[in-house]
């Protein structure tokens, strides 16, 4: 029975006191026409573990896109990375890639780049 209240005490020590909204970092990248171009969007720091994010291109959603391992930081927070995957053509010249997160405090946030083929 002593085991069982350490375990509950630590499992309560990894647990934020208050909901932590997410913060979001889109790198802005350039790419070659024709060559496989990445672009992650990482999502950091929330509380509670539950989210939902989305690639989207000139406004509708992408599904080329790959989760990293959902992390957890030593003061019970969150952090997760969402990468979409593409091969830019020329016509992508100017696409506007959005990150788009849903959280549970009510966060819908954006988070847009545009893309320039170099």
């Given amino acids: 029975?002593?085991?069982?209240?350490?375990?509950?005490?630590?499992?309560?020590?990894l647990s934020p006191l208050f909901p932590a909204a997410p913060r979001i970092i889109v790198p802005q990248r350039s790419g070659t026409k024709f060559t496989i171009t990445?672009?992650?969007?990482?999502?950091?720091g929330f509380y509670p573990r539950d989210i939902a994010i989305t690639w989207l291109r000139d406004?509708?959603?992408?599904t080329?896109?790959?989760y990293s391992?959902?992390?957890?930081?030593?003061?019970?927070?969150?952090?997760l990375t969402l990468t979409y995957t593409f091969t830019p053509m020329?016509?992508?010249?100017?696409?506007i890639l959005t990150c788009r997160v849903s959280h549970s405090l009510g966060c819908w946030c954006?988070?847009?780049v545009s893309w320039d083929r170099r």
């Fill in 1 to 13: 029975q002593h085991s069982q209240v350490k375990s509950a005490l630590f499992q309560l020590s």
């Fill in 38 to 44: 990445s672009f992650p969007c990482h999502v950091w």
């Fill in 59 to 62: 406004g509708r959603v992408r």
């Fill in 64 to 66: 080329e896109s790959t």
């Fill in 69 to 79: 391992p959902l992390q957890r930081n030593p003061d019970g927070t969150f952090n």
């Fill in 90 to 95: 020329d016509w992508d010249r100017g696409s």
């Fill in 110 to 112: 954006r988070h847009g």
